[in-house]
């Protein structure tokens, strides 16, 4: 079957636009997880959905992030006013159940340059 | 100190050795364990949870040590195709309101002809 999808797979941005990245999870998965993963990093935790409720966004750097997941599905990661540090690979994963022993599901990542 | 470390490496090994990677963990409350793999500019994939009694899946074995707060993954007649980043993933489970995974920076393995 389909895996996670992101879009778009690379954007390149002038520092101050707002961009939005979007995530399709593997149909019928509960949680959602966006990371951010810088160069010769691990990813790094930014945000978690369980079904269309934000349980966690402790993870988000500032007020500049922003996420939603509105019905449960889909969900869009927007960043306002970005910044070169914002530079990364954002990566969304989904799994299938709300609990610690569930394996996740990586995308391919979104490569943002903020130049 | 961070919450999940690994020595980021690189081991550069030959064909056919046996290679180990620890990374140990701060959040004694911990619950469950997990390594991915990472190809470089690709996402991380799942290799293999970690359970309190050890598991092994062919060549790959990997190990909890819950007293220490540590786990393990212990490479056997390392191939070509092993060269990778390989993730520790720790998660802290319900008791902290969500279920957050932690990753390590990563050990980058190179396994060499």
């Known amino acids: 079957g389909a895996g996670v999808s992101q879009s778009p797979r690379y954007k390149v941005a002038k520092r101050g636009q707002d961009v939005a990245l979007r995530c399709d999870p593997i149909?019928?998965?509960?949680?959602l997880f966006w990371y951010q993963q810088a160069l010769g990093q691990g990813p790094e935790f930014l945000t978690y959905?369980?079904?269309?409720?934000?349980?966690?966004k402790s993870g988000l750097p500032s007020d500049r992030f922003f996420a939603e997941r509105p019905e449960g599905s889909v969900s869009t990661l927007k960043i306002q006013r970005t910044q070169q540090e914002d530079s990364a690979v954002y990566l969304c994963?989904?799994?299938?159940?709300?609990?610690?022993?569930?394996?996740?599901?990586f995308g391919p990542g979104t490569r943002l340059t903020v130049t | 100190r961070k919450e999940v470390e690994q020595d980021p490496g690189p081991f550069n090994v030959p064909e056919g050795a046996t290679v180990a990677f620890n990374c140990t963990y701060s959040?004694?409350?911990?619950?469950?364990f997990f390594w991915y793999r990472q190809d470089c500019r690709k996402e991380p994939k799942l290799l293999m949870s970690?359970?309190?009694s050890g598991n092994e899946d062919g060549r790959f074995t990997a190990q909890l040590n819950r007293a220490s707060q540590y786990i393990s993954l212990l490479i056997r007649d390392s191939k070509l195709s092993d060269s990778a980043t390989y993730l520790c993933?720790?998660?802290?489970?319900?008791?902290?309101?969500?279920?957050?995974?932690?990753f390590g920076t990563g050990t980058r393995l190179k396994v060499l002809a």
């Open positions: 994963a989904s799994s299938r159940g709300a609990g610690e022993h569930y394996e996740q599901y």
């Open positions: 149909s019928g998965h509960v949680s």
């Open positions: 959905f369980q079904n269309e409720a934000q349980l966690d």
């Open positions: 959040n004694s409350a911990s619950q469950s």
């Open positions: 970690v359970y309190s």
């Open positions: 993933v720790v998660n802290t489970g319900r008791w902290s309101g969500t279920y957050k995974y932690i």
